[in-house]
Each structure stands twice: as C-alpha cells, then as structure tokens.
Nanobody, 132 residues
C-alpha cells in the first residue's frame, strides 16, 4: 500500500522559510515521479514542483521559481520542499504526491502530469500559512 505522509507545515511571516517533508513508502518501482501540489481556499489545486527520481528535468511552477527547491533523500525515502522568501500568496494546503505511470521520456511525462494534476497517489496535506 502506497503511503505519503507530509510534515513541516505551519505559520510563518512573509519573507520567512519552511521545509516540508514527505515520507514515502510502498512504492516498489526503481524510479517514479514525486511532486508537491498546493490548494489555496477557493482555488484549484496546482502543481508546485515535481521530479523524476531517475534524473532529468525538474518542474517548478513559475510563481515559485528561485524560491522553492524540491529534493529527495533516497536512503530515507523522503521528499522535501524547501520554501524560502515566502509570500502571503503561498498560503495553502500542500500535498505530496507520487505517480508511476510514466512510460518513455519519464522526466518529461513527470512534468506534464504535474502541470495537469495527474498523479495517482496523494498524501493528506499539511497547512502552510504566511501572514504578518
């Protein structure tokens, strides 16, 4: 059974930083796509960042480029999202997600699925609030 458990959310002032973590288990594939998504009140869920564990291109939505960094600790089976210079617009519930249906050009497919919210496995989410 695939499980994704997020942690690290909280409240922070504008300009501050947070690091989200996602413990991943139950994915018995050599490589797969991992991503972070967010949903703000009254808005649709959007892909924030995604990476293919086999390497290649990494996806970031335009609004977080240069501020957020996605990374993974293979040994700990943990995905991270380092968020710096946070803005009030970053306030949302953040979700960790995984996708294994990638086929060839897996890193490109990973990006496309992140843009389209087409991931199969989801965590419960963690709240991030940026406010003064």
């Amino acid at each position: 059974q695939v499980q994704l458990v997020e942690s690290g959310g909280g409240s922070v002032q504008p300009g501050g930083s947070l690091r989200l973590s996602c413990a991943v288990s139950g994915l018995f594939y050599e490589n797969y796509c991992l991503g972070w998504f967010r949903q703000a009140p009254g808005k649709e869920r959007e892909g924030v960042a995604a990476m293919y564990t086999g390497g290649g291109s990494v996806y970031y939505t335009d609004s977080v480029k240069g501020r957020f960094t996605i990374s993974r600790d293979h040994a700990k089976n943990t995905l991270y999202l380092q968020m710096n210079t946070l803005e009030s617009e970053d306030t949302a519930v953040y979700y960790c997600a995984a996708e294994t249906r990638l086929g060839t050009l897996a890193d490109v497919t990973c990006t496309l699925r992140a843009r389209r919210n087409e991931f199969a496995y989801w965590g419960q989410g963690t709240q991030v609030t940026v406010s003064s």
